[in-house]
């Protein structure tokens, strides 16, 4: 089912997140570390801070709370309202072990309800307990990636323009599983009836392949959402790793645009390039809006995804966030209320989490350069 481009700019959500960063292993394959991000100037980490005994440490200070709760908009506001929702099925006595914490979901949806409170009516403002996590480092520096729902042009049927096809999963179990060199490079599911649609770019299926789930815009204005439909099941080799150690693109500057910008350059050697990653993602047309792995709708730049062995679906967090400029480079760190509401393979540990920013060409530009230090606290009522 295709539904109208026009006025879907706030309303297309991602069905299945994964993370963006083109750089780093994401949600739909398998890492190849936890939670190791670039290492360059600017790059917002705090390496003299005190190292933290426990996953959770109680947060004394409050001003960086305070600043969220008074910078609060109606976003976030249904945003925990769809976290609410989301507890609200689950069995309330069941207990997240957190290592030194181990709140059970009433203790989530008690810590919703009255942060949703103290939001919308100041003076009903509840007491709250701050727990920094310790982070990839154990000094509390969380690894801040970000991911989008892709919309790429696409034809439903193959052209001159549009030869490129994205394949949903073939159903031959104990196969060996193919390669992307002999998927995207010999054509090995060629006409076996499992192409969806076809589109402009080899590098653009990649990235969509990397989002775990996008938008097909055809001409006629409609659009068709494609979700994540399998894996061939080969290790993650890292594009922007790749790109970094053979010194085409420098720590500091790897992002989809550089990347883009690169092959642009350097169109020959695409194929080789991506041919390096083994690893392949099928995708296929669903008819129901896209959702996080929560089961409810994304709210971005307040959903995350996480390790939930580490931070639970349901928990509500203070992000100490990077906020950078339009060149990729860290202004500031704002602090904001962020929602753990989805999760993913490449997602690993408790100092790596990926933001959600949303649909198209915009949430692109806030995702493409995101790979930056800021910190988390988890929140919970008294």
Same mark, same amino acid.
């Given at each position: 089912? @295709? /539904? ?14 994964? /993370?963006?960063?083109?750089?780093? !292993? ?12 670039? *290492? =360059?100037?600017? *790059? ?6 005190? @190292?933290?005994p ?20 109606? !976003? ?23 290592? *030194? ?12 309800r &009255? ?8 003076? +009903?403002? /509840? ?12 000094? #509390?520096?969380?690894?801040? +990636? ?7 042009? &696409? ?41 969806? %649609? ?23 204005? /409609?659009?068709? =959402? ?25 720590e ?7 990347i ?11 194929? @080789?390039?991506?041919y ?22 994304? @709210? ?28 990729g ?6 602090? +904001? ?13 408790? #100092?790596?989490?990926? %933001?959600?920013?949303?649909? #198209? ?5 806030k995702?493409?350069?995101?790979h930056?230090? #800021? ?5 919970? !009522?008294?």
């Amino acid at each position: 089912m @295709t /539904s109208k481009l026009t006025g879907l700019a706030f309303a297309i959500l991602t069905f299945l997140s994964l /993370s963006f960063s083109p750089f780093v !292993a994401t949600s739909q394959t398998k890492p190849t570390g936890i939670g190791h991000g670039y *290492n =360059f100037e600017g *790059n917002g980490k705090d390496d003299t801070a005190a @190292t933290l005994p426990l996953l959770y440490t109680k947060k004394e200070s409050w001003e960086g709370f305070r600043q969220a709760l008074e910078h609060s908009d109606s !976003a976030l506001i249904v945003s925990l309202k769809n976290q609410y929702r989301y507890l609200f099925l689950k069995d309330p006595d069941q207990k997240h072990n957190l290592e *030194n914490l181990k709140p059970t979901n009433e203790k989530l949806r008690n810590t919703l309800r &009255a942060l949703i409170q103290s939001i919308e009516n100041p003076a +009903t403002a /509840s007491s709250f307990s701050l727990y920094q996590i310790k982070g990839e480092d154990g000094k #509390g520096n969380v690894h801040f +990636t970000a991911y989008f729902t892709p919309v790429l042009e &696409a034809s439903p049927v193959a052209t001159e323009k549009y030869k490129y096809p994205i394949y949903k999963k073939p159903s031959e179990p104990g196969q060996k599983p193919l390669t992307r060199k002999q998927i995207d490079g010999q054509g090995a599911l060629k006409n076996k009836g499992l192409e969806v %649609v076809w589109t402009s770019s080899l590098l653009e299926n990649y990235f969509l392949q990397v989002q775990g789930s996008g938008y097909a815009a055809f001409a006629d204005g /409609s659009l068709q =959402f494609l979700a994540f439909n399998g894996q061939n099941g080969l290790p993650y080799s890292s594009l922007g790793k790749y790109m970094i150690a053979q010194g085409h693109i420098s720590e500091s500057d790897i992002s989809l645009q550089s990347i883009r910008n690169w092959f642009e350059q350097n169109p020959d050697s695409l194929e @080789t390039i991506l041919y390096k990653n083994q690893s392949y993602t099928f995708l296929a047309p669903v008819k129901e809006e896209p959702k996080g792995a929560y089961g409810f709708p994304l @709210t971005p730049e307040h959903s995350i995804a996480v390790d939930t062995q580490y931070i639970p679906l349901g928990a509500v967090l203070l992000a100490r966030l990077p906020v950078l400029d339009e060149s990729g480079r860290l202004l500031r760190h704002d602090f +904001t209320i962020v929602t753990a509401q989805d999760k993913g393979g490449a997602i690993k540990g408790p #100092g790596h989490v990926d %933001v959600y920013m949303g649909v #198209g060409d915009e949430a692109l530009k806030k995702a493409s350069a995101m790979h930056h230090y #800021g910190n988390l606290w988890l929140i919970l !009522a008294e």
